[in-house]
T-cell receptor, first 112, second 116 residues
Framework: SAVISQKPSRDICQRGTSLTIQCQVD?????MFWYRQQPGQSLTLIAT?????????ESGFVIDKFPISRPNLTFSTLTVSNMSPEDSSIYLC?????????FGSGTRLTVV | AQKITQTQPGMFVQEKEAVTLDCTYD???????LFWYKQPSSGEMIFLIY??????QNATEGRYSLNFQKARKSANLVISASQLGDSAMYFC?????????????FGEGTQLTVNP
C-alpha cells in the first residue's frame, strides 16, 4: 500500500491565523482525500483533490475556508484558514489504492 | 445516500478473549466495499480488513475476521485472542462510488478497551 508522509503532526495555532498541512505520497495517485475528525467524533470528508482540477468539496465545507492545492500526482496541501477554536481537530489525508485506502498519520490541530 | 451504523460506543473485553464489534450499513449499490480501521490514541488510521460485496467468503486477516451477512447488511468485526494493544477506536467504513470517484463513509466508531 502507499506510504503517506503528513506534516505537521501537530500544531497549536492562534485564532485568526492559517495553517497549511502537507501530504506527500511515495507513488503517483489520481485522487487524494482530506478528512476532518473533530474531538470524539468520526471522520468527515472535507474534499477530494484531483491533480489538474479544482477540488470537490463536500456539503458544509468551502474553498475559502479550506483551500486545497494538488500540484502533482504525489503531493497535496490543505490550508485551514482564519482559524477558530471550532477548527481544533485531527486532519487526515488519504489515497485510494486498489481496494484499500491509506491514511497519513494525521495532523492534530489545536486553536487557542 | 449510504450510511454506516455502529451501535456500540464502547466495548470492554478481557485479554485473550474474543470480541465482536457491530456494523450495519445501508446502500442501494450492488457493488460496494466494507472496511475496518483501527485508530489508536495517536490518531493514525490503521487498515485492518476489507470485504467486497461479491466476496463469498468472509475476509480474515490474522486475528481479525469479518462476519459478513449480506442479507442483513451487517459486517461485524471479530477480534480473537484480544491483546492489550487492541485497545483503540475502531471504525467501520463503506466505499461509495460516485461520478466524481470513490470515497469512504465512516461509522461513528466503537471504543474498545481490553482489560488485563
Amino acid at each position: 500500500s502507499a506510504v503517506i508522509s503528513q506534516k505537521p503532526s501537530r500544531d497549536i495555532c492562534q485564532r485568526g491565523t492559517s495553517l497549511t498541512i502537507q501530504c506527500q505520497v511515495d507513488s503517483q495517485v489520481t485522487m487524494m482525500f482530506w478528512y476532518r475528525q473533530q474531538p470524539g467524533q468520526s471522520l468527515t470528508l472535507i474534499a477530494t483533490a484531483n491533480q489538474g482540477s479544482e477540488a470537490t468539496y463536500e456539503s458544509g465545507f468551502v474553498i475559502d475556508k479550506f483551500p486545497i492545492s494538488r500540484p502533482n500526482l504525489t503531493f497535496s496541501t490543505l490550508t485551514v484558514s482564519n482559524m477558530s477554536p471550532e477548527d481544533s481537530s485531527i486532519y487526515l489525508c488519504s489515497v485510494a489504492r486498489n481496494y484499500g485506502y491509506t491514511f497519513g498519520s494525521g495532523t492534530r490541530l489545536t486553536v487557542v | 445516500a449510504q450510511k454506516i451504523t455502529q451501535t456500540q460506543p464502547g466495548m470492554f473485553v478481557q485479554e485473550k478473549e474474543a470480541v465482536t464489534l457491530d456494523c450495519t450499513y445501508d446502500t442501494s449499490d450492488q457493488s460496494y466495499g466494507l472496511f475496518w480501521y483501527k485508530q489508536p490514541s495517536s490518531g493514525e488510521m490503521i487498515f485492518l480488513i476489507y470485504q467486497g460485496s461479491y466476496d463469498e467468503q468472509n475476509a480474515t486477516e490474522g486475528r481479525y475476521s469479518l462476519n459478513f451477512q449480506k442479507a442483513r447488511k451487517s459486517a461485524n468485526l471479530v477480534i480473537s485472542a484480544s491483546q492489550l494493544g487492541d485497545s483503540a477506536m475502531y471504525f467501520c467504513a463503506m466505499r461509495e462510488v460516485r461520478t466524481s470517484g470513490s470515497r469512504l463513509t465512516f461509522g461513528e466508531g466503537t471504543q474498545l478497551t481490553v482489560n488485563p
